[in-house]
């Protein structure tokens, strides 16, 4: 089985992804951030979009969903957030499954970026699509979620296969780096940073990375580490509170 990620970026600092099931020649979007460079892309490939998979509500992964439905006529799948806001055709629930031929992705529970955030998991092809809940060296904004909940979210995904690649939503690594950087000494974070911040002096993106990268250096997967001493989730909150804050 082969899954092919054509990534792209989009907006101020989005990436749009379309991903192909080589064998079937099925193709799906993860989120809509731009309607217009989404179209633009699957007409640049030659793919026939079949499916479109949002994570969450926000304007800038939904918002494109009825142009890229009216130019394709693709079946729209997404969180019951979705609904009432944007299209979508088939409400999707954690614990449940979507194929795209022969690629199975599971539906993952992640909120607290926003409360029905879902991500999807394909184990045999070693691919996460986490939005806007666990970034390259960061995570999301708790724009309606608690603490909480964020910190059961990026366990969930933290609990994947080491080699999982991520793929995030933003290009947001940078700054993130600079975060991670201030509150966390370990000579691996520095190297990471080093390694992030000459990607994007070459305009390279920073994404996708791995779950094992993330867990070793991520400071919002290594909260308990960094603020020992107070429950997990509690020492997640401390530090997503500083980065809400931070001005480096």
């Excluded at 000494?185 to 940073?193: C, E, N």
Aim: aromatic letters at 8%.
């Amino acid at each position: 089985m082969t899954l092919t990620v054509h990534q792209f970026p989009c907006l101020s600092d989005n990436y749009g992804y379309l991903i192909r099931d080589e064998a079937s020649g099925r193709t799906a979007c993860i989120d809509t951030p731009d309607a217009a460079a989404v179209l633009a892309e699957l007409g640049r490939l030659g793919w026939k979009l079949d499916l479109v998979l949002n994570t969450h509500w926000h304007a800038d992964h939904a918002g494109g969903n009825a142009e890229v439905k009216a130019a394709t006529g693709c079946e729209l799948l997404g969180p019951a957030e979705v609904s009432g806001r944007f299209p979508v055709d088939r409400v999707l629930s954690p614990g449940e499954t979507v194929s795209l031929g022969g690629t199975v992705f599971e539906v993952l529970e992640s909120g607290g970026h926003t409360l029905g955030h879902i991500a999807f998991h394909a184990p045999e092809a070693g691919v996460a699509f986490v939005g806007d809940t666990l970034f390259a060296l960061g995570c999301g904004r708790m724009f309606e979620g608690s603490p909480a909940q964020m910190w059961s979210s990026l366990q969930r995904l933290a609990a994947l296969p080491d080699a999982t690649r991520v793929y995030c939503a933003h290009e947001y690594t940078a700054s993130n780096a600079r975060f991670a950087l201030s509150v966390d000494p370990d000579p691996a974070v520095r190297a990471r940073a080093d390694a992030v911040f000459a990607a994007r002096e070459r305009g390279e993106p920073t994404v996708p990375s791995t779950i094992g990268e993330e867990k070793a250096t991520n400071p919002f997967l290594r909260a308990p580490h960094l603020r020992p001493g107070l429950p997990p989730h509690d020492a997640f909150a401390a530090l997503r509170a500083e980065k809400d804050n931070f001005r480096g």
